[in-house]
């Protein structure tokens, strides 16, 4: 069905230091691993031994996950149990097909608490949902099990914004 996701991503600007940062710091380090003194300058009577250097050790990789769906649960109070409850609901009704995976399930449930904010806000109404859900494929009777429990069980549950 349709909805609005609100995700909240590391700002680009944060990404593009980082890897500013991490070009200047090669350069640096590459310019400064040069020898400043010539290699003529060694006596005859002195063993020179070429000069190998340690390869560097492998940075560690930084891996950034994206946390925004499982912080907007955390923060709406909505747990394991409840997106569970709403996937199944979902796919009994059609509105996903089953089964519904752990994360599409999670995401799911953002775009279902989104729907739950923005009706308690008054910019929508169920009803600009339910008819919505109807114009792409779902028939009244799927419409009105699924936004019945989304308005009387899911929705409630939910923490607001205090």
Partial sequence: MSGNVKLRLVPAGIAQYAVAGLAAALLLLT?????????????????????????????????????????????????????????????ANNYADPPMGDESARLFATVIGDHCETVASGERTWNYYKEDDKSTGGTQAQVDAFYGFTQDTFCPSMKTGE
């Fill in 31 to 91: 310019a400064c691993g040069s020898d400043a003194e010539p290699a003529s300058t060694s006596r005859p009577d002195e063993v020179t031994e070429p000069l190998t250097e340690e390869p560097a050790a492998p940075e560690p990789a930084v891996e950034s996950q994206d946390t925004s769906v499982q912080d907007y649960l955390d923060e709406h109070g909505i747990t394991d149990a409840m997106v569970r409850r709403l996937a199944a609901v979902a796919e």
